[in-house]
C-alpha cells in the first residue's frame, strides 16, 4: 500500500550511512547585528518594496562541501538540497532547525524540483538520469537516455504546471570524478522537455553553451536558461513558450564580470539569481527586474549555486551557497505553478 508523503520524513534514517556534517561555519560568519540588514541593497529604488527591515540574512546550515539545487516541501516544512562532491541529498527541518542527511548514496544529484503531486524529481550526474521519488520511497527512472545514447549529466530542472519536466543537460558532471564519475559525453548540449502523458523526451533547445540553471515566467510564457559558458561573458537567455516550443531567443541579461548559476522568479516576474565568482563583491544574489534590469543585491559570503523560495508563505528565499545554506524572508512570494 503507497504510504503518505508525510513518511517522506522517514526516509532519511533508512537510506542514509553516518555521513556527517562539519560543525564549522564559514569563517567570520555572523548575521548582522543591525536592521535593515546592509547585505541588503537596493541598487534601484524599485526593490525596496520587497525588502523587509527587520529581516536578516541567517546561515541555518553549513559545513557542506558544494551545496546545490534547494527545493522547498511546504507539507513537511522542510528544505532538501544536494551536496553533490559528498553524494548526499541533504535536508533542514523548519520546525526544529536540525539539518540531517536525507539520502546517502544519492548519485551525486545536482538540481531538484517537485512534481504537481508533490513528488521530488532529481537530476543525478552519477547515473545520468532524471528521477522520482515516490511516496513509499521508490525512486523510478523517468529519462536517462536520448535517441539511443545516455544523457550527459542532468543538472537543473523545473516542472510546469501541465506536468511536463523541463531540464538541462550539459556535461559539467562527467568532466571528472568529483561530481560523479568521468565519462565521454555522446550527446550535445541539450534542453530536454519530458512529456507526462506520453514519457516522450524531446530536444527544445540545442544551442545553448553550457545550458545550467533554468526557470518559467509566473505566467509561463517565457522560458529562462543561463549559458554559462557565453563568451566573453555567461548570459541568462529568454524564450517565448508556444504550445511548448521555444521561439525568438534573446539576451535577458548579459552578466559581465559576474557568473549566474540557479534562478527562480517572483510572483512579479523578477528573476533572482544565484551569483558570483568567489569574490566578496560579487557572491550571493542578484535581483533582476522583469526587463532584465539589475535592482537588488544580497551579499554572501560565499558564491550562490542555486536558490528557490519557500517557508508558510513562499515568502522565504533559501539560497545554496558553496559551503552551507542561508535564508532570507523578503516582501514578495515565488511563483506559484498555474
Not at 37 to 55: E, G, H, N, Q, T
Request: hydrophobic content about 35%.
Amino acid at each position: 500500500m503507497a504510504t503518505s508523503r508525510r513518511d517522506l520524513l522517514k526516509l532519511g534514517s533508512l537510506a542514509t550511512a553516518s555521513l556527517m556534517l562539519s560543525p564549522k561555519s564559514v569563517a567570520a560568519w555572523a548575521p548582522s547585528a543591525r536592521y535593515p540588514d546592509p547585505r541588503i541593497i537596493a541598487v534601484d529604488d524599485s526593490f525596496r518594496r520587497y525588502m523587509l527591515s527587520s529581516a536578516k540574512v541567517e546561515q541555518i546550515a553549513t559545513g557542506n562541501r558544494w551545496a546545490e539545487g534547494p527545493v522547498w516541501f511546504g507539507d513537511m516544512r522542510m528544505l532538501l538540497w544536494s551536496d553533490i562532491p559528498n553524494n548526499a541529498i541533504m535536508r533542514w527541518n523548519e520546525v526544529t532547525g536540525e539539518t540531517d542527511v536525507f539520502r546517502h548514496p544519492a548519485n551525486y544529484t545536482n538540481g531538484h524540483a517537485r512534481d504537481r503531486q508533490g513528488r521530488l524529481i532529481s537530476c543525478e550526474h552519477d547515473t545520468r538520469r532524471i528521477t522520482r521519488t515516490e511516496f513509499d520511497g521508490t525512486i523510478r527512472v523517468l529519462a536517462d537516455s536520448f535517441d539511443g545514447k545516455p544523457l550527459n549529466s542532468p543538472n537543473d530542472i523545473v516542472v510546469k504546471s501541465d506536468g511536463s519536466v523541463w531540464f538541462t543537460d550539459p556535461p559539467f558532471g562527467i568532466a571528472g570524478f568529483y561530481e560523479g564519475h568521468q565519462a565521454t559525453p555522446q550527446l550535445p548540449q541539450n534542453v530536454y522537455r519530458l512529456d507526462p502523458e506520453s514519457r516522450k523526451l524531446e530536444v527544445v533547445l540545442g544551442d545553448v553553451k553550457g545550458p545550467n540553471g533554468l526557470c518559467f515566467s509566473p505566467d509561463e510564457k517565457t522560458l529562462f536558461v543561463v549559458e554559462s559558458r557565453a563568451t566573453p561573458n555567461r548570459l541568462i537567455l529568454a524564450w517565448d513558450v508556444v504550445n511548448n516550443t521555444l521561439q525568438n531567443k534573446r539576451v535577458h541579461i548579459d552578466c559581465g564580470n559576474g557568473t549566474a548559476d540557479g534562478i527562480a522568479c517572483d510572483v512579479d516576474g523578477n528573476l533572482w539569481c544565484g551569483w558570483g565568482t568567489g569574490t566578496e563583491e560579487l557572491d550571493g544574489v542578484r535581483v533582476f527586474n522583469p526587463q532584465g534590469k539589475h535592482i537588488g543585491t544580497i551579499q554572501l559570503p560565499e558564491r550562490c549555486a542555486n536558490l528557490c523560495f519557500g517557508g508558510e508563505q513562499r515568502n522565504r528565499l533559501f539560497m545554496a551557497s558553496s559551503t552551507s545554506i542561508y535564508s532570507l524572508y523578503v516582501n514578495t512570494q515565488g511563483a506559484k505553478l498555474i
